[in-house]
């Protein structure tokens, strides 16, 4: 009986044994955080407000979602940065960030497009700083009434794209001619390998920076003090790393997962969370990566938008991805990693902003989302 099946009958015992409320409690799941998915595009006369009901499902670091919208100026939105959403340990210089930041201007565009809307994007209007995000503005969109505007047919996939977290299926490769269709959805900066050795080399770099991530106690606190554990977590706070299902309702519940254990270095829970992580390192089937010339703020948001486009085209492929991001952070103790993966992905230069992993696994639900009102800071007049 191999470790993951363990876990789950450990999880059915418990759910077992929990009677009553408790029982109840164990199968809830966290219908309110899911809404957003449900609601996108529906009953929204401002154009804005139904591209932005898509764009809040854009894939983000930590599913931080650190959007905030100004509504206030006829015909445009204008982006901000929620700063205390940002993540100091593990993305110092706010890269991460702005690629999501990118992933949501690049969903706003696609819907603004299927419902015949062009969007004009003005990045960083007041100036940038490459050290950390602040309060000035993003960017603005403004919205032109378009009949003519190409629709992207990679929209259709919205609704199934996730980041799939789990360990893929080893027995399924991952095609030259999938990786080829996904090469053609961005323009340029991608690069992608099915090639074993190749696979694994990066299988072995992308695994020891995720041990290295967890076993620094700054990075790891910073992802655990993110935790929602069970509905009524992920419910109140439908952002950071969630756990639901009867499986971790009823751990949480009995007390055999908790904050204070997943820290404890020399606890089980540690050690089968450990276990879990390099798990899906080492059942990468593919890897595909994005490397820009620059580092700028607009070279981020790019790089973002691109991640998007990736994203949708590999869901269109029926196959599984995972941002690998670990090696690609910028605090002290990845230095050596961040230069291997470098070397490896981008020996002539520039910047390595996005590498993920490729394969086949079991569908998953979607990540909880807040509503599009609790991210609108300034409404139409």
Not at 118 to 142: H, K, M, N, W, Y
Request: hydrophobic letters at 40%.
């Amino acid at each position: 009986m191999n470790r993951r099946k363990f876990i789950s009958l450990m999880g059915g015992g418990i759910v077992l044994a929990a009677g009553g409320a408790a029982g109840y409690a164990v199968t809830r799941q966290p219908t309110d955080a899911l809404k957003p998915w449900a609601n996108a595009g529906v009953s929204y006369s401002d154009p804005r407000k139904k591209a932005l009901s898509y764009a809040i499902l854009a894939p983000n670091p930590h599913n931080r979602q650190p959007w905030l919208i100004d509504l206030s100026r006829p015909d445009q939105m204008v982006l901000y940065v929620d700063t205390d959403r940002l993540l100091q340990h593990t993305d110092p210089f706010s890269r991460q960030i702005t690629i999501g930041l990118g992933c949501f201007l690049e969903l706003l565009r696609m819907a603004a497009a299927n419902d015949g809307f062009d969007v004009a994007l003005d990045l960083f209007p007041e100036g940038e700083d490459t050290s950390q995000l602040d309060e000035r503005p993003i960017a603005i969109a403004t919205f032109i009434k378009d009949p003519a505007v190409k629709r992207d047919p990679l929209f259709a996939h919205v609704f199934e794209r996730r980041s799939l977290k789990d360990p893929y299926d080893l027995a399924r490769p991952v095609t030259t001619a999938a990786l080829a269709r996904i090469e053609a959805s961005v323009e340029a900066g991608i690069g992608n390998t099915n090639d074993p050795a190749r696979v694994d080399a990066l299988r072995k770099v992308t695994h020891d920076a995720m041990r290295l991530e967890v076993e620094t106690p700054h990075t790891f606190k910073e992802s655990v003090d993110l935790f929602r554990i069970g509905h009524a977590e992920i419910e109140a706070n439908p952002d950071g790393i969630y756990f639901s299902g009867p499986l971790y309702e009823g751990m949480h519940l009995t007390g055999l997962f908790t904050r204070e254990q997943t820290l404890d270095t020399s606890s089980s829970a540690f050690a089968q969370g450990m276990d879990a992580v390099l798990e899906n390192a080492d059942t990468a089937m593919a890897h595909v990566w994005l490397v820009t010339q620059g580092n700028t703020r607009i070279d981020q948001i790019h790089a973002g938008r691109d991640w998007l486009r990736i994203n949708l085209a590999t869901t269109a492929e029926g196959l599984g991805t995972q941002p690998m991001s670990q090696a690609l952070q910028e605090y002290p103790e990845m230095a050596s990693l961040y230069e291997k993966i470098h070397a490896i992905l981008a020996p002539e230069g520039g910047t390595v902003q996005m590498l993920a992993r490729l394969g086949y696994a079991a569908p998953v639900p979607p990540s909880p989302r807040w509503p599009l009102d609790a991210k609108i800071i300034k409404d139409a007049v």
